[in-house]
């Protein structure tokens, strides 16, 4: 064995050994390594005294984590509820109707042919491409959308370029999210893959089910392009184009955008922005036990494996040193016990990781990706407020010059009354400052138009929240139900044999009880 397939093996042992032995996260192991080199999950790119240092360091973050979680667990619950006993009801009607609303008209969506439709995408065939060495392979998923039968081969960067487009030429929508890119090697390991596409299936789903979306030539275009070269030109193309920053130019299937202004309703942005943070948490926790309540089971399933395993070796030993078949015949049916008992618990774990787990990542997903769109407006409150604050103080100081030479009015406006700019302050602001008041409208418009879309959004959100968790429960209550049938059966089958051991034992007791009494 020569240095570098010695220095290969010594790698490969302390991974072993270190990460995988001690039950760490392999996928949290790779994204670490790559936080910290570019090429990170290359075992090559490490020495072995790097890769030593990194997986001590990730060791110490990690059971920083679990140890500050445990301490914490009880202090973070009771902190939980004092703090969603602050939360105020936002859901109310009556409030949202005080929003102070004034429509502008801006350009008209033109409809495609998913418009009107129900459309239904799906994702199968996963298939690995080898072009190159490590990062060059990647996976494309077969992407079917009915009625139109359409079928295109799409990869996971294809989805991304689907989103940034969305969140481009559709601002204050709230873009359905994507799973993390970043994966390492795991990207190619069966499981991941089949994850990764029910996540991307949920994401095309939930983006089909707006109709604004369905009237956007790029959805098309990643529905419906075939041919590869073609798909990725048009893309370019949509990428290069800048939208308007002007609501004018929005488009919207009516032609119209609704925008709210009203500050007595920033208390209701403020509690929607504590809910969805206090919300993130929960789930944040939610999707930690879930894991682990996942790998225990895992764990639990591959020990039924184990003890199956010397069942059977003890019957086999029971067999050849001929024991009572009795006893023989226990280990048997241990041994089998074992076997259906692991089976139903890898198929109840499964549709554990489907319904619960994955599910609520998902959901925990969409809630930070609201977040973000709530971040996006506090931003833009907090530059309008910036903005109208400088504004302000500048006319101030024009105002208080007497100049109205010094104004910048727009001289184009004919039949401003420069006598009553000098009397008329209210009229002088309006006046006065022209391209940055022209701005600043603009601005306020825009903030104005995302005050809007946030309400609309969420409830659009919460809408689709109802529908799919009422169709996942009830698609793991199905399922769930024939598993408790077999674990029953299961049961049922032990029970039928250790009776009937019973009476057999009993049996031979009477039996010998009789050889025994005198005749």
């Not at 996928?27 to 001590?56: A, P, R, V, Y």
């Not at 495609?112 to 080898?130: A, G, W």
């Not at 009795?326 to 554990?352: P, S, V």
């Amino acid at each position: 064995m020569d240095p570098t397939q010695e220095e290969i093996k010594a790698k490969q042992d302390i991974l072993q050994k270190e990460i995988i032995d001690k039950n760490y996260d392999k996928t949290d192991f790779i994204n670490f390594c790559l936080s910290k080199k570019e090429n990170g999950d290359d075992l090559n790119s490490w020495t072995l005294d790097e890769l030593k240092l990194i997986i001590q360091n990730f060791q110490e973050i990690q059971n920083k984590k679990k140890e500050q979680i445990n301490q914490n667990k009880d202090v973070n619950q009771e902190i939980d509820k004092n703090q969603i006993n602050k939360i105020e009801n936002f859901n109310n009607e009556s409030q949202l109707k005080n929003f102070n609303e004034e429509i502008i008209n801006c350009r008209k969506l033109e409809k495609t042919k998913l418009n009107d439709n129900n459309i239904t995408v799906t994702l199968k065939n996963p298939k690995e491409n080898n072009e190159g060495l490590l990062s060059n392979n990647y996976v494309t998923y077969e992407v079917i959308t009915e009625p139109f039968k359409w079928s295109v081969q799409r990869r996971y960067s294809d989805f991304d370029s689907l989103r940034r487009l969305l969140i481009k030429f559709y601002p204050g929508y709230n873009v359905p999210p994507l799973p993390n890119k970043k994966m390492g090697n795991r990207r190619f390991d069966a499981d991941f893959i089949l994850k990764r596409m029910k996540f991307l299936e949920l994401f095309i789903s939930s983006v089909v089910m707006n109709e604004s979306f369905k009237a956007s030539e790029f959805l098309v275009a990643f529905l419906s392009y075939e041919d590869r070269n073609k798909f990725e030109a048009k893309f370019k193309e949509f990428h290069s184009t800048n939208p308007s920053i002007y609501v004018e130019d929005y488009k919207t299937l009516d032609g119209k955008v609704i925008v709210s202004h009203d500050v007595s309703n920033e208390k209701y942005f403020k509690t929607v922005n504590k809910y969805f943070r206090l919300q993130t948490q929960i789930f944040d926790n939610i999707n930690y036990y879930l894991k682990q309540f996942y790998n225990n089971i895992n764990e639990a399933a591959n020990n039924l494996e184990e003890t199956q395993k010397h069942f059977e070796l003890m019957h086999l030993l029971n067999t050849k040193v001929l024991m009572k078949q009795t006893i023989t015949k226990t280990y048997e049916e241990l041994g089998a016990f074992c076997k259906y008992w692991r089976r139903i618990l890898i198929k109840q774990n499964d549709m554990f990781k489907n319904h619960f787990k994955d599910f609520f990542k998902f959901v925990n997903l969409e809630g930070k990706s609201y977040i973000n769109l709530i971040d996006r407006r506090e931003e833009l409150l907090n530059n309008y407020t910036s903005q109208l604050q400088k504004v302000t103080s500048k006319k101030e100081k024009l105002y208080l010059t007497g100049d109205v030479t010094k104004f910048e009015l727009n001289q184009d406006d004919r039949d401003i009354d420069k006598e009553r700019l000098v009397r008329d302050k209210v009229y002088a602001f309006e006046k006065m400052c022209y391209k940055d008041t022209k701005s600043l409208k603009m601005n306020n418009d825009i903030l104005g138009y995302a005050n809007k879309m946030n309400i609309e959004q969420l409830k659009l959100m919460m809408n689709e929240y109802c529908i799919r968790y009422i169709r996942n429960f009830k698609k793991f209550d199905e399922n769930f139900y024939t598993t408790i049938n077999d674990m029953i059966g299961t049961w049922t089958n032990m029970e039928t044999f250790v009776q009937s051991i019973y009476a057999q034992q009993q049996m031979d007791a009477a039996m010998e009880q009789a050889k025994m009494s005198p005749s």
